[in-house]
Nanobody, 116 residues
Framework: QVHLVESGGGMVQPGGSLRLSCAASGSIIFYNMGWYRQEPGKQRELVARITSIGITNYVDSAKGRFTISRDNAKNTVYLQMNSLKPEDTAVYYC???????????WGQGTQVTVSS
């Protein structure tokens, strides 16, 4: 069982930056990691993903503004969010998927609010 603890959410003004952190209970070296977000009444969407070997991809709206990274030595995944827009407002969730397995693990979510 993988436990994920998220931090770094909060309220920022448009154009500001936040860095989200996702700390795992153990080694993540064999896991593909991702950040998802969900607004009330909407489907949860994939924002950014980084595979166990460091391959990344992003939702189009995040490209050029968000960067996902991982520090396997710290069992932690990050999402650096720059040039934030009001439409980025959502609850952001960390996800872990073991390579070659179907089970997904989720963090508790952290609120990101972009507002002036």
């Amino acid at each position: 069982q993988v436990h994920l603890v998220e931090s770094g959410g909060g309220m920022v003004q448009p154009g500001g930056s936040l860095r989200l952190s996702c700390a795992a209970s153990g080694s993540i070296i064999f896991y593909n990691m991702g950040w998802y977000r969900q607004e009330p009444g909407k489907q949860r969407e994939l924002v950014a993903r980084i595979t166990s070997i460091g391959i990344t991809n992003y939702v189009d709206s995040a490209k050029g503004r968000f960067t996902i990274s991982r520090d396997n030595a710290k069992n932690t995944v990050y999402l650096q969010m720059n040039s934030l827009k009001p439409e980025d407002t959502a609850v952001y969730y960390c996800n872990a998927e073991r390579s070659g397995y179907s089970q997904s693990y989720w963090g508790q979510g952290t609120q990101v609010t972009v507002s002036s």
